[in-house]
């Protein structure tokens, strides 16, 4: 018997691995998952699953598996051409900091670590950054607390800094926002019983 299968993987023009894994279940019904890999460049891509009767794979297979597989690659190449020309960047960018005063020493293992940095490595805290985050919570509750007491709660609430973005602080802003409320309840209720 003879079949065009490889012929049609190799007219889906995706240069890496195809690891294909196919499971038949007691109804007949066959479960194809494909997996493309390419070198290491990108990890962890999800499977693409066909579920279907032998007969209904042999019909549909190639052209359901013709779009994943060029947006998987195209993927991939975008990945691999930006991690090179990030790589370059930080090269050319290296003499830089040699040129503003920096040590200009080079390590021959700090070329590898580079290497081995891509494009979804976190880069290094920065301490003017922290530095900048910190003098602008401390602002915001100093605004806070001169607001509650004069007695303007809704407006001390609506200054608050947010918890998102000074998540290290989570305690000691909730625990300020209780007391507002707490406080802006009681002078409403104070302010509703002198109106009425």
């Known amino acids: 018997m003879k079949t065009n299968f490889f012929q049609q993987i190799a007219g889906l023009g995706f240069q890496g691995n195809f690891l294909l ?19 290491k460049a990108v990890e962890g891509l999800p499977p693409m699953l066909f579920k279907a009767t032998a007969g209904e794979l042999d019909e549909g297979f190639f052209e359901q598996l013709a779009r994943p597989v060029q947006q998987t690659a195209g993927l991939i190449s975008n990945l691999e051409s930006y991690q090179k020309e990030l790589d370059k960047a930080k090269k050319n960018a290296k003499p830089d900091k040699a040129k503003a005063g920096k040590a200009a020493e080079t390590d ?6 580079d290497e081995n940095n891509d494009l979804f490595t976190p880069p290094e805290d920065d301490k003017q950054a922290k530095a900048e985050k910190k ?5 915001a509750m100093e ?5 509650a007491q004069h007695t303007k709660y809704a407006e001390a609430l609506a200054q608050l800094p947010d918890v998102a973005d000074h998540p290290d602080k989570a305690e ?11 406080g802006k309840e009681a002078y409403d209720k ?4 002198f109106n009425d």
């Open 21 to 39: 894994n196919i499971h038949q279940d007691e109804t007949g019904l066959q479960t194809v998952s494909v997996v493309l890999k390419k070198d």
């Open 108 to 113: 021959p293992d700090e070329d590898d670590n």
């Open 135 to 139: 003098r602008l919570y401390d602002e």
């Open 143 to 147: 605004r806070v607390k001169t607001l």
């Open 172 to 182: 000691a802003i909730e625990a300020k926002r209780k007391t507002l409320q707490a």
């Open 190 to 193: 104070l302010t509703a019983s």
